[in-house]
């Protein structure tokens, strides 16, 4: 082969080859990709341009975020941490300092996380209709601090030191007060702090530490815990009661499917004098509700009991008893998307559309 031969060879093969997209492209168009699950639960405040622009800066920030690109399972961890932060409206990796996308290993795979941050968390609680102020505090060595409790009255005293004197801390607060004029507060000591510090994802794995909140900002970590104490007497709508409960924690990926499967139901807004009403949940992102199904004149659909269940939890019931003899709760919910396309991660969120819930129970009931 003579040299012109063996260069048109070169050129041919190279005009043949695609030009492979950088990692910085596939970032980016990943995310610009999620705009439309963004659009759909972020509140009407929130931009999702802005927020895809901010996704995209807290990856290329944190350069082992970037290696969560490099598998499917990484990339849609973190794709449903930024769909989390989405839900309940905050803004991740930003000086606010809302809520954290953050890296982590599982089974040496590079994942990623959210993780709420101290302002995420009193963002949070005012938008409970029974909060009228809400705030926590740390306390160090050399602070006066007393409080008690009491049948008729509570003590909660505290003085800070001057900061050049103040001391290790010790223990942490929280106080919320009530439009109806009630209070609560928490206080934790050292001990309950580093045992919720320990519960997290991003403290656990010695590799994630250097960049978990927990060791950056360890005070606001403190006084988040405070905050999160509170939260079970806190009138919190059901999407930020379940990014309260799944904060910090590893997040679910659908691997058949390869896409986001969104955690929490679509939920309206809530009025004190109309409590919160759930929406059938789409637990895949893109998937509508199923409409009611028409039932005829005379007939009657349902489980093998009769009609269906009036609630979730009854019908969760009716799904379980029913899936014990049908290949369990695993082969349920794999029928349930062959059968209605939706794939749902678990009994509870199927129970929440009663209309697949009523094609189930008929499928169990034939099986």
Known sequence: ?????????????????????????????????????????????????RFSRLTLMAVKSTPRLTKCFETDQGRGSLLIAALQAATIGLEPNTPSQEAWILPRKNDGVDEAELSIGYRGYLKIARRAPNVKTIFAEVVRDNDHFEWARGLESDTLEHSPAPRSRAGELTCVYAVARYHDGGYNFVVLDIEDVHARRAMSESWKSTKARPYSPWTKWEAEMWRKSAVRALVPFLDLTPADSG?????????????????????????????????????????????????????????????????????????????????????????????????????????????????????????????
């Open 243 to 367: 990014a309260v409960t799944a904060d910090e924690r590893p997040l679910t990926f659908d691997d058949e499917h390869g896409g986001i499967v969104s955690e929490y139901p679509a939920v309206e807004p809530y009025t004190p004098q109309d409590p919160p009403t759930a929406s059938p949940p789409p637990d895949a992102v893109g998937v509508p509700p199923a409409e009611e199904p028409t039932v005829a004149a005379g007939s009657s659909a349902g489980p093998p009991s009769g009609a269906v269940t009036s609630t979730a939890e009854e019908r969760v019931a009716a799904l379980r008893t029913g899936a014990k003899g049908n290949g369990g709760v695993t082969a349920l919910l794999k029928n349930t998307h062959a059968q209605t396309g939706v794939h749902y991660p678990t009994v509870d969120g199927l129970a929440a559309n009663p209309a697949h819930t009523m094609t189930m129970l008929d499928w169990l009931e034939s099986a």
């Open 1 to 49: 082969m003579n040299v012109r031969n063996a260069v048109q060879k070169r050129d041919d093969v190279i005009a043949a080859t695609p030009d492979k997209p950088s990692l910085a492209a596939v970032i980016r168009q990943a995310i610009e990709a999620q705009s439309p699950a963004f659009r759909a639960v972020l509140p009407d405040h929130v931009d999702p341009d």
